[in-house]
């Protein structure tokens, strides 16, 4: 069970995420703005540290701002079919697959690059020929 009246910086903490981050997720609204001390300081319990912790996973693994606030959503309505969760996850997962693919490409075209290098002089360097090269046939299609 975790405490009631936490602080920002206690909230950060605990859940390893930074205190401007937090303000910022309130101001967005992905976090409710907690009640407020005598002195004006927010007072953050457990249900806030596990929100912002399942916002902190999901950025980690790369979700967007918005599916987060459906994803959230969702999670505040236990009882609902998980479809809607599984269709984002499902999306997500597709990108970041094609993100994959494009790295992958962009890792054979530096490999390449760097090994039809001979290390000498620019004039002759593979890797600026092959950028320079790269840029005239852009050119030529458009």
Do not use: W
């Amino acid at each position: 069970m975790q405490p009631a009246g936490m602080t920002i910086g206690e909230v950060s903490k605990r859940s390893g995420v930074k205190v401007p981050t937090i303000r910022f997720y309130e101001q967005i609204g992905l976090l409710p703005s907690p009640p407020r001390s005598d002195g004006n300081r927010r007072q953050f319990d457990g249900q806030d540290l596990r929100r912002l912790s399942f916002i902190r996973h999901a950025r980690d693994l790369g979700f967007e701002v918005n599916d987060i606030r459906e994803l959230l959503s969702l999670a505040d309505q236990p009882s609902q079919s998980c479809h809607e969760a599984d269709s984002i996850a499902q999306r997500h997962l597709l990108e970041v697959e094609a993100r994959i693919e494009k790295l992958s490409a962009l890792r054979t075209e530096l490999q390449r690059m760097v090994e039809e290098c001979d290390h000498g002089r620019v004039c002759e360097c593979r890797v600026i020929q092959i950028l320079g090269d790269h840029g005239e046939c852009r050119h030529e299609t458009h």
